[in-house]
């Protein structure tokens, strides 16, 4: 794909003369790649104000379905192998790094800024998926451990996925801030409901056709473009929602919301403000895991 | 679904054996007409009100609390906050361990007061006062107070910092317990707190601060404050606090999350719970009764991770439930003292009537509820060890916390099945296996969302090992080195 898109650009003349085909940016649920149900879309602008394309503005209804497609998607993911879903992430590597070039112009156009820093940014979110592959089957041995209890008991605690997380990616970093505060959720188990930036959702709605051709289960990753304000409340106020991340939404937004989240104790992060290109460590992944212990006697 | 017959056999059975009295004796407690709150290292009345705490067997009083007001709370933290940016932060981990040290050995060597003591405020048996909860209260002390050294070990960085100043609000059913599971990790890390005890079982905890003044722990790193919600909600609202950890009702810890909502203060829940204790058909049936009836009659069933479903495989359901209401006629119900009592008394008359309107609930929606043969005391809060059959998924007493001697019994055909009922409960608190098979056993503690699994056990509590909830039943970790992270800023 690479040396395809590379000799697209070694010949413009050619191109220039051939009607492109423009592409429907369409909402992703449950593996399909739907419009939204409520018919409507919103315009999306470059950094430079040019009109790019028409995204779909995700309804509340919109979003239910998600969530039913991640709850759906639940028990297999979260009881894949850590082997398997280390795997599947680095499969979601080597698709994306597959369609750099793509990534890096579509990362130019919505967030501005030189072609190479664009690109930068893509490298830095494939290395990402590097990153959280490598964790799938090494986190439950860094924080999990055997307990030793006082009597004949053997005890052990684990790390465990919390469930259906929200997530409300940034707004400052299409792709790369996406990819940052999705891999972690995904990674352990959790399957996920994206809120993509609202005013750059292109590179989230082409992420999704590469999450698409990764061997990711459907509604493992749904990925929902529209208006954060419209849907966040619903979001953290969903009763088989288990946890938000609320690091899209404006401080002085997060309270309301964070009071909805309560309705059914979910857990939320809502960090501050962060440099993507740092090394990411492991708080995002411990944000969405619950401890298990187990425990049984120890006889004859 | 089967709906198992009572056995002819467990309905006329009486009690084959008369017990003579063993009784504990009241004075070890040490009752003091009155007591104090604990406030920057000293003891003094509280601008609330001077209140009466009843031991619950007899609703007799057995002493007053001069209870915390609102300016007690603001004087509170005002010193928890002095201690913190003074003298406890800035200690070696290693000093501060031996205060926490100091504090494990107090409690064990006035073990069996505060064991009498506790018994008489909670209602408790002595057996598992003396049993359970003094001595791991100890144990969690002693065990945290090794940690203070080695933060650095435990996974939350280089040098992992204190949080600050902690709110810390405990429920009535492990009054001491539920104080060590707060104070001794918070301490460790180098927290400073403030405490409010449940308001019908202050006496504990007020032990537990002359434990501390004695212990010669600098003013103000653990002030103590009887009182009520209202005080626990000056608490929670408090603009100097850094952290809150609540253990209680769901209800309760709801409010909480969104009176936190939008602040930058840290929060860690213990709820309720509705746990599945499934017994399948393979497993040792004398073992298993033994694992139910730990799991729902310890503790008069008031332990927010009691067994109160039971979950019985519908081939040995019967049998099952026959041998449960063997069992259930040797119970012992009585005087708390009496070292030979099983099930004592409910802790007030609120949760009484709690109860009550529970298992009403469930005799309506067409339930059958039995008890065993016993004669309950005339003065107190008692309610009958109580099993009901016959009870379908949507019955009240399978969907909420009763918090009380109160056993639902469902039945499954299928590991599947007993999955898909089991996790079917906003709560996650814990849950029980029975089987002899181990593959069994590993699928469905992977398969249970509950954030403690007991495996042919129930109810197994101890300082090393995490415990708290999924879902509904809360967030954060107690016990461990999970329990560090509550209290650390990493």
Avoid at chain 2, 74 to 83: F, I, K, P, S, Y
Wanted: aromatic share 8%; glycine share 10%; hydrophobic share 45%.
């Amino acid at each position: 794909m690479t040396t395809k898109s590379k000799s697209t650009k070694a010949k413009p003349a050619p191109a220039d003369d051939r009607l492109r085909v423009r592409k429907t940016y369409k909402l992703y649920i449950g593996g399909a790649f739907p419009r939204s149900e409520s018919g409507r879309s919103y315009p999306v602008h470059s950094a430079s104000g040019d009109l790019l394309a028409h995204a779909a503005q995700a309804s509340r209804k919109d979003l239910r379905d998600a969530v039913v497609a991640a709850r759906k998607a639940f028990a297999a993911w979260s009881g894949a192998t850590a082997y398997n879903r280390g795997q599947v992430l680095y499969r979601v590597a080597e698709m994306l790094d597959g369609r750099r070039e793509q990534f890096a112009a579509e990362v130019a156009e919505s967030e501005g800024g030189s072609p190479a820093a664009a690109l930068a940014q893509v490298d830095a979110a494939i290395d990402r998926w590097v990153y959280y592959a490598g964790w799938s089957d090494k986190y439950a041995q860094v924080v999990g451990g055997t307990n030793p209890v006082a009597g004949p008991y053997f005890s052990f605690s684990l790390p465990e996925p919390t469930g259906v997380v929200g997530v409300v990616a940034p707004q400052d970093s299409s792709l790369l801030g996406l990819v940052s505060v999705l891999a972690p959720v995904v990674a352990l188990g959790n399957t996920a409901v994206v809120i993509a930036a609202e005013e750059r959702p292109l590179p989230a709605a082409s992420f999704a056709e590469v999450l698409a051709t990764s061997d990711l289960p459907g509604g493992v990753v749904n990925l929902l473009t529209g208006f954060t304000a419209e849907l966040t409340p619903w979001l953290a106020g969903h009763r088989d929602v288990n946890a938000v991340d609320l690091t899209g939404v404006a401080v002085p937004d997060r309270k309301a919301l964070q009071i909805k989240a309560a309705d059914n104790v979910k857990r939320v992060y809502a960090p501050a403000a962060a440099d993507w290109s740092a090394d990411p460590g492991i708080s995002r992944l411990g944000a969405f895991v619950e401890t298990k212990t187990v425990w049984h006697p120890i006889g004859v | 679904m089967a709906k198992p017959v009572l056995s002819a056999r467990a309905k006329n059975q009486k009690h084959s054996f008369e017990y003579a009295p063993a009784p504990e004796s009241r004075d070890i407690a040490r009752l003091k007409p009155s007591y104090q709150i604990f406030v920057d290292g000293k003891f003094r009345d509280g601008s609330g009100e001077a209140v009466k705490t009843i031991n619950p067997a007899d609703e007799q009083p057995l002493a007053e609390v001069a209870e915390a007001g609102p300016a007690d709370v603001n004087d509170a933290v005002a010193a928890a906050r002095r201690a913190f940016d003074g003298p406890w932060s800035k200690m070696p981990g290693k000093e501060r361990g031996k205060y926490l040290f100091r504090i494990a050995r107090a409690i064990q060597e006035r073990g069996r007061e505060l064991a009498v003591l506790e018994s008489l405020d909670n209602g408790k048996p002595i057996r598992e006062a003396r049993d359970v909860d003094v001595p791991v209260a100890a144990a969690h002390f002693f065990y945290y107070a090794g940690w203070a050294d080695k933060l650095g070990y435990g996974g939350f960085g280089p040098d992992p910092r204190p949080i600050g100043v902690a709110g810390q609000i405990i429920p009535w059913n492990f009054p001491l317990l539920m104080a060590a599971w707060k104070i001794a990790p918070a301490l460790a890390c180098g927290n400073t707190v403030v405490l409010k005890p449940a308001e019908t079982t202050p006496l504990s905890a007020l032990v537990l601060a002359e434990i501390i003044a004695e212990a010669d722990l600098p003013p103000g790193v653990v002030n103590i404050l009887a009182g009520g919600p209202a005080i626990g909600q000056a608490l929670v609202e408090h603009d100097d606090i850094d952290k809150i950890a609540f253990t209680g009702s769901t209800d309760v810890g709801k409010i909480i999350q969104r009176t936190l909502a939008g602040t930058p203060k840290r929060l860690s829940l213990e709820l309720g719970g509705k746990a599945a204790n499934i017994v399948f058909e393979d497993a040792p049936i004398d073992q298993a009764v033994e694992g139910i009836v730990n799991g729902i009659f310890f503790n008069q069933g008031q332990v927010c991770c009691a067994g109160s479903r039971l979950l019985v495989q519908e081939s040995v359901a019967d049998e099952l439930i026959a041998s449960l209401q063997r069992r259930l006629t040797t119970l012992r119900v009585g005087d708390p003292l009496d070292k030979n009592t099983d099930v004592g008394a409910i802790n007030s008359a609120a949760q009484l009537a709690r109860i009550r309107e529970l298992t009403d609930s469930g005799v309506d929606e067409g339930a059958t509820r039995w008890s065993p043969p016993c004669e309950l005391p005339e003065r107190g809060f008692w309610f009958a060890p109580t099993v009901f059959t016959g009870v379908s998924p949507a019955h009240r007493i399978a969907r909420e916390e009763i918090f009380g001697p109160v056993l639902s019994v469902l039945t499954f055909r299928t590991p599947a099945e007993a999955v898909e009922k089991a996790n079917n409960t906003p709560y996650g608190l814990s849950a029980g296996v029975w089987t002899e098979k181990g593959s069994r056993i590993l699928s469905m503690a992977a398969q249970l969302r509950a954030g403690v699994v007991w495996a042919n056990t129930f109810n197994r509590f101890d300082p090393s090992a995490p415990f708290g909830g999924y879902k509904e039943s809360g967030f954060g970790r107690e016990g461990g080195r999970h329990g560090l992270e509550a209290y650390l800023d990493h």
